[in-house]
């Protein structure tokens, strides 16, 4: 079972081999939103980018 950290946050997550990301932190408390943003987003659908996240190592 893969596991994702959150470097920011300084959390760790084991999670679906196919798991979605933003979902994965959003289930750990992980914040993935700044300022109005997190208000006002497009709830993952891939219509806002206020969700982007940097993958530093692995897939
Ligand atoms: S919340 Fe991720 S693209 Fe909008």
Do not use: W
């Amino acid at each position: 079972m893969p596991t994702v950290g959150f470097l920011n946050e300084g959390k760790k997550a084991d999670c679906g081999q196919y798991a979605n990301l933003r979902k994965v932190a959003l289930l750990h408390n992980v914040r993935m939103y700044k300022g109005i943003s997190e208000k006002i987003n497009c709830q993952g659908n891939g219509l806002c980018g206020t969700c982007v996240v940097e993958v530093v190592e692995g897939a």
